[in-house]
């Protein structure tokens, strides 16, 4: 069973990727440090850019597109050593490398689907071992527990 704190945080790393006006995938991101909320972020465009569906392939989306735990980086504006991160979908190596970059020691984030780790596993894979050889922690949250009333 998780905590009553890991589940708030969890629900708002929800709630702030609901904000992605990406049709696919919603990601968000929280960032804390002894049960404060230090940042968030969402997956999205930079502000100022265009982001209409319509008008830029999938490519050009991915091109142009700031990943949830980079925005919650960037908007944080402080010092991140030792806070910890929430995220609704497992880091990519590029945020991986960010996050342990910044100091951040804990990285929390639902256990993967089938579905996603057919996607996904190789980069999931590569995350892992950066989080293992610069020893940022992986905390795996049991999906049963999330959805629970809090």
Same mark, same amino acid.
């Given at each position: 069973m %998780?905590?009553?704190?890991? @589940?708030? /945080? =969890? @629900?708002?790393? +929800?709630? +702030? !990727?609901?904000?992605?006006? &990406?049709?696919?995938? @919603?990601? !968000?991101?929280? %960032?804390t440090k002894q049960n404060r909320?230090?940042?968030? !972020? /969402?997956? !999205? =465009?930079?502000?100022?850019?265009? &982001?209409?569906?319509?008008t830029d392939d999938r490519e050009m989306k991915y091109l142009k597109t700031l990943h949830a735990e980079e925005n919650a980086i960037l908007f944080a504006k402080r010092d991140l050593d030792g806070c910890e991160i929430w995220v609704t979908h497992f880091p990519c190596p590029n945020c991986a490398a960010k996050i342990i970059q910044t100091g951040i020691s804990s990285v929390h984030c639902p256990e993967q689907t089938q579905d996603f780790l057919s996607r996904w596993g190789e980069k999931i894979k590569i995350s892992q071992e950066m989080f293992l050889q610069a020893g940022v922690k992986v905390n795996w949250l049991p999906i049963d527990d999330l959805d629970s009333d809090i």
């Open positions: %998780i905590s009553k704190w890991a @589940q708030r /945080f =969890y @629900q708002m790393a +929800v709630l +702030v !990727g609901s904000w992605s006006k &990406d049709p696919s995938t @919603q990601v !968000g991101a929280v %960032i909320i230090v940042s968030v !972020g /969402f997956n !999205g =465009y930079p502000h100022g850019i265009s &982001d209409s569906a319509m």
